[in-house]
C-alpha cells in the first residue's frame, strides 16, 4: 500500500539531516565553485553534487522504487514516477551563493510527491541546524513547534521577501518590479534561499513573499511548509505556482499584493 505523508516525512527528515551534516562539513573543508550553470554567477559547489549524491543513495536504500528529481542531475538517474507511486523532489543545497561566501542562509530541501502531489517536505537549515516539516493536512513545523502564518492585514506593513534570477535580463525586469513595490509595503528582502524564505513566511518571520523564475526543488518543500502554515501559494491569476510566478501571502495580505504584482507584470520579462 501507498506510504502515508507521515512514513515519507520520517524518511524524508533522516536524509535530510544527514545531508544537511555533509554539507556543513564540507564546507568547513573549504568550498569553491565547481561549475557553472545558466550563466556565470549560477554556481554549483562539489558539496552541491556530492550531497545530491548521497540523498539519492539513501533514497535509493530506503525505497528502491521511487522517481526522484533533483537540481543537480535532474531525473536521470531514475524512472518517471508511476501513477500514484513516489516521486522525491530534492535541491541539495538551496542559497548555493551564500553557501560559498559562508553566509548562514542555505538550506537542504527535500519534498516527496505522491500522484503529483507534494505530501511531506523537510527544509534543513545546513548551518543554523534550523528544520521545517510538513506533511498534507498535518500541519507546519519548526523543531516540534506548530507554525502559523502572520495576521499582517496592511500590505503597507508587510515585510516582503522575493528573490532574483541569475539571468540578466530577468534580473532587470525584477529590480523593477521591486522598485515599483517597494513603496507600497514595509520594507523588501532578498536573503538568497527560496526555500527557506517560504519557511519563514510560514512562521510570520517575514510577512508574505514572491519570485519568479522558482524551480520545483525550489518550491516543493518550503511550498508545502508555508500551505500548511496558512499562506495561499499560487501563481497569479489563480494559477498553481511554478516559473512564472510563486506568491506565498496570508489570504489578507494576497489580494493586495496579487493586484501590485499583476500591475507590475512580475511574471513576465524574460
Ligand atoms: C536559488 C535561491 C535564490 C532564488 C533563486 C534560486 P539555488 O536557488 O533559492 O534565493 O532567488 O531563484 O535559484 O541556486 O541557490 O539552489
Request: include cysteine; glycine fraction near 12%.
Given at each position: ?69 533533483g537540481e ?17 523532489i530534492v535541491d541539495p543545497i538551496d ?12 538550506a537542504v530541501s527535500l ?84 526555500a ?19 524551480a520545483?526543488w525550489d518550491?516543493a518543500a ?49
Amino acid at each position: 500500500s501507498a506510504p502515508t505523508p507521515q512514513e515519507l516525512l520520517t524518511i524524508a527528515v533522516e536524509v535530510a539531516r544527514d545531508a544537511a551534516a555533509t554539507a556543513h562539513r564540507m564546507r568547513a573543508e573549504g568550498v569553491s565553485v565547481a561549475a557553472t550553470k545558466s550563466t556565470a554567477t549560477d554556481v554549483v559547489t562539489a558539496a552541491d553534487r556530492a550531497v545530491e549524491r548521497q540523498v539519492l543513495g539513501a533514497l535509493r536504500a530506503r525505497r528502491p522504487g521511487d522517481a526522484v528529481l533533483g537540481e543537480e542531475y535532474g531525473a536521470g538517474k531514475t524512472g518517471p514516477a508511476a501513477e500514484d507511486g513516489v516521486r522525491w523532489i530534492v535541491d541539495p543545497i538551496d542559497g548555493t551563493v551564500n553557501y560559498l561566501y559562508g553566509l548562514p542562509y542555505c538550506a537542504v530541501s527535500l519534498a516527496a510527491e505522491v500522484g503529483g502531489e507534494v505530501v511531506a517536505g523537510v527544509v534543513r537549515n545546513v548551518v543554523t541546524g534550523e528544520e521545517w516539516t510538513a506533511t498534507a493536512g498535518g500541519g507546519a513545523w519548526r523543531d516540534g513547534e506548530r507554525l502559523r502564518c502572520s495576521t499582517e492585514t496592511d500590505l503597507g506593513q508587510a515585510l516582503v521577501a522575493t528573490g532574483f534570477g541569475y539571468d540578466a535580463g530577468r534580473r532587470a525586469h525584477q529590480a523593477r518590479v521591486v522598485a515599483e513595490l517597494i513603496p507600497h509595503v514595509r520594507d523588501i528582502r532578498r536573503m538568497g534561499a527560496a526555500a527557506l524564505d517560504l519557511c519563514l513566511a510560514a512562521e510570520g518571520r517575514v510577512d508574505a513573499y514572491y519570485e519568479k523564475g522558482l524551480a520545483a526543488w525550489d518550491l516543493a518543500a518550503g511550498g508545502l511548509v508555508a500551505r500548511e502554515a496558512g499562506l495561499l501559494v499560487t501563481g497569479l491569476s489563480g494559477r498553481p505556482p511554478g516559473p512564472d510566478l510563486v506568491i506565498a501571502a496570508p489570504p489578507a495580505l494576497f489580494e493586495p499584493l496579487h493586484t501590485r504584482l499583476a500591475a507590475l507584470d512580475a511574471s513576465g520579462g524574460p
